[in-house]
Each structure stands twice: as C-alpha cells, then as structure tokens.
C-alpha cells in the first residue's frame, strides 16, 4: 500500500541540470493539446528536463516502441493519456500528471506507474479558510461519485487540525441535489459549500448554486478558476500548474536515477493558486487579509503573463513576471520565466555579435542562456571549440598582466580563458592568486 510522503519545495535554480539521467532511451511527455493547464504543466516539466519530446495525445507515435528499449520515461499528464500509456506500456516507467484520485481504481495495480496527482491536499485548502471562516464553522460536501466520496473522506481526518467541522452528503441523482442543498444551509448551517468536480455539477446547476449561496451568505469554494470568473464561486484554489509540472519532472528524474516507480509515493500538488471572487466578499462584507489579497494577485499576475508568454508576446510578460516577484520573492515559475525570456535575449544579442566577427563578446552571453536554451548549449560547444586555438595566447596575456601587479585585470582576463576552456586549471591558479592579492591591496588602501 502507498502512503503519501511530503515533498520539500526547492528553488529550481538550486538543482537544474543537476540531476544525472542513466536510464537509456527518450524521454516522452504525452498531453491534450489546446488545453491551457496541460500546456502550462508541460512547461514546468521541460524546464527540468529540457531534452524530452511533446506529443499530442492524438499522436500514435509518442506510444510507439513503448517496450521496445527506445523509451526510458513516458510522462502523461491527464486521465487520457495516463490511459494510453497504462496500455502502451507495461514495462516501462510512466509518470502522471493532474490525474484525480489515483490511488482509488486500477492505477495502484501497475507497478510500473507513478506520479503527481491533481487533488491538492485538504489542508491547503483549510489553511486559507482559516483567514475567512470563523472557528467552528462547517463546510458542507454533495457528491455522487466514488472517486469523490474517497477524496472528500479526507477532511474527517483533518478538521480537527483547523477547528472545522465537514459535512458530507451523497446524492444518488441531480433530483436529490435541492434537498440536499437546502439541507446544509438550513439544517446544518454550513459557511461554505465545497463543490469537487462530480456528475451532479453542470454549469447551469453551478450558476443557480452560486446565486443561491451568494444570497445566503454562504461561501462557494471550487477546485476551477472558471468556475470563479465565469459562474461565480467565491473562491477557488487549484494546483500551480508550472510548479506541478516541475514537481512531475521530479518524479520522472528519480526514475531515470533508477528508482524503481512502485517505491515512489504518489504526491499531491505542493504549492496552488489562490482565486477570489472579490466584488463578491465586497458585497458580504467579508474582509480579506493581505496575505490572501496578495496570493490572489500573483496567481492573476502569473495568468496574465503566460497567456503573453503562450502567445509569443515575451516583451509583454516579461514585467508581469517580475511584478509577481513584488509580491513573492522566491516564486519559482515567475523566476524560471525572467530568466527563459532573458536567456533568449542574451541568445539572440550573441548570434549577432558573432555575425559581427565578435566572438570573444559572444561567449558569456551563451554562458548566461545555456541553462535555458538547448540551441545555446550547442553554440557555446562549438564556440569554444573555435576559440580554442586563442586559450594560450590570451593566457600569457594574463600572466604577464599577474606580474605586472594588475590583479584585476589578471582576474578579467582569466575569466575569459575560463570561459572558454572551463577545465583550464592553471588559468583558475592565477584567477585566485590574483584576487587575494587584489583584495589585500585593497585592505592596505
């Protein structure tokens, strides 16, 4: 049996490229094209894992050979293609992506299967409400399905933690659910109804839900951001779908390290997006704390500038990542984001010195991008293969300028070797002699 293991947020800065990949074969990612979520999640995992092919789901060739040998990961994101890989594959490891309730069906019975889930933990969610709800409240559940029922379980294990308490309540068919409605509101005296994503739910039923809480004064709460903007929940949380996507990079990385799946818990999404309906607290009065106020903005900032970036319009998005970092430092899609626009400029600006003839100049620019760029890693590999030839000369430049007492300059210049030829140890020697020199100069000064 699986128990879920919490996962420790880590820059990804700190472990990009870090990471070994020793399985033999491609690295495959399967999604639905069109789908903004999938898409967004398929960036996070191409940011760790930059060398993997994309398919679209419709495309047979991303389950071609799946046990052939050619194939060391095939990553699906989404039921459909967690489905055709599951059939595709059955020797070789498949990682998933906002797959709902994995642990409940036949997923558990392929060992060769692991993965990030799309349900994020119910303690997530109970953390916000703390900021809204007054202790003791309840938070009322109407589901039809299994995979609902399991997941809705949760909170029975954690209300205490949060002082709420959860009501659930099944319903066999839509022409149960106004009772059962009428029942939290009214019987039970819910705060918030909680709607996951069942049968019952369509969106005029949703619209009618919504007008009807928002009269009564009850709090809406969704797993989908549409679900606020276009039919009127008060509030929806869903998983950071970029960070989730690195989070399934993660996986896939223990994998190709030769963790065997089956000894890779399944996980839940680790950070999410916050999403308010704020004329609606407006209107009920409810006042909303900064920190809340403040996840709201980075989530609608991170919105808006990667539907810019998806749209090619980079120059545009680029100030809206770095505003998200206004309100959160450490936010890691908006960095990831800076530094991918930033490393095609630096990219771009190095072509063009060197159809300029200035290829020293053109070196640390492709430095700079190669993190981020496949094309700049190549160009750099063979930048420096051309510039090879000047290693020895620029050398002797520098240690003449050692001699000479220029320290900083030895420093500038031994860089620059470096860079060219990162192994060159001598070149390093002089680089730290001259900068404790440089820097006992200094003190005397």
């Not at 409940?104 to 933990?121: A, P």
């Not at 989730?244 to 680790?270: H, M, N, W």
């Not at 607290?281 to 900064?290: G, Q, S, V, W």
């Not at 106020?293 to 090619?312: H, S």
Request: aromatic share 8%.
């Amino acid at each position: 049996m699986r128990f879920l293991k919490p996962s420790a947020l880590a820059l990804f800065l700190t472990t990009l490229f870090s990471l070994p990949l020793y399985a033999a074969g491609e690295v495959r990612i399967v999604y639905e094209k069109g789908s903004r979520f999938q898409e967004i999640t398929l960036d996070g995992i191409q940011s760790r894992l930059t060398h993997a092919k994309a398919f679209a789901l419709g495309d047979d060739a991303a389950f071609n050979n799946c046990d052939g040998g050619g194939v060391a990961v095939l990553i699906a994101i989404g039921k459909p293609s967690l489905d055709r890989a599951m059939a595709a594959c059955k020797e070789t490891p498949v990682v998933f992506s906002l797959v709902s309730a994995p642990r409940l069906g036949d997923i558990k019975s392929h060992s060769n299967v692991t993965g990030v889930s799309f349900d994020l933990s119910f303690r997530l969610f109970l953390a916000e409400f703390q900021k809204i709800l007054k202790p003791g409240a309840r938070i009322g559940f109407i589901y039809s399905s299994p995979e609902n029922e399991f997941l809705a379980t949760e909170i029975d294990y954690v209300e205490s933690e949060f002082n709420f308490t959860g009501i659930r309540l099944h319903a066999e068919s839509r022409d149960e659910l106004g009772a059962k409605i009428q029942q939290l509101m009214e019987k039970d005296k819910v705060s918030a109804i909680w709607v996951l994503p069942d049968p019952l739910y369509n969106q005029a039923i949703f619209r009618k839900l919504a007008d009807l809480c928002a009269e009564k004064g009850v709090l809406l709460v969704t797993n989908f951001e549409v679900l606020v903007s276009d039919a009127g929940a008060a509030i929806a949380l869903a998983p950071s779908y970029f960070d989730t996507g690195v989070q399934t990079a993660e996986v896939a990385q223990k994998v190709l390290e030769g963790t065997p799946p089956f000894d890779i818990s399944y996980q839940r999404p680790r950070t999410s997006g916050v999403y308010l309906n704020l004329p609606l607290f407006e209107r009920l009065k409810i006042n909303l704390p900064n920190d809340l106020r403040y996840k709201e903005k980075v989530t609608t900032l991170l919105n808006e500038a990667q539907d810019l970036q998806k749209a090619g319009q980079v120059q545009q998005a680029l100030p809206k990542f770095r505003e998200v970092l206004r309100y959160d430092k450490k936010n890691t899609t908006a960095h990831y984001f800076i530094n991918s626009i930033e490393s095609k400029n630096h990219y771009n600006t190095a072509l063009k010195r060197i159809n300029a003839g200035n290829k020293i100049g053109a070196i640390g620019l492709l430095i700079a991008s190669s993190p981020f760029l496949p094309e700049a890693r190549t160009r750099l590999t063979s930048l420096r293969a051309e510039l090879r030839g000047q290693v020895p000369g620029i050398f002797r430049r520098g240690v003449a300028q050692f001699r000479g007492k220029k320290y900083r300059d030895t420093i500038n210049t031994m860089n620059l070797v470096l860079m060219i030829e990162p192994t060159h140890h001598e070149a390093q020697l002089y680089k730290e002699k001259a900068e404790k020199r440089a820097k006992a100069v200094s003190a005397i000064r």
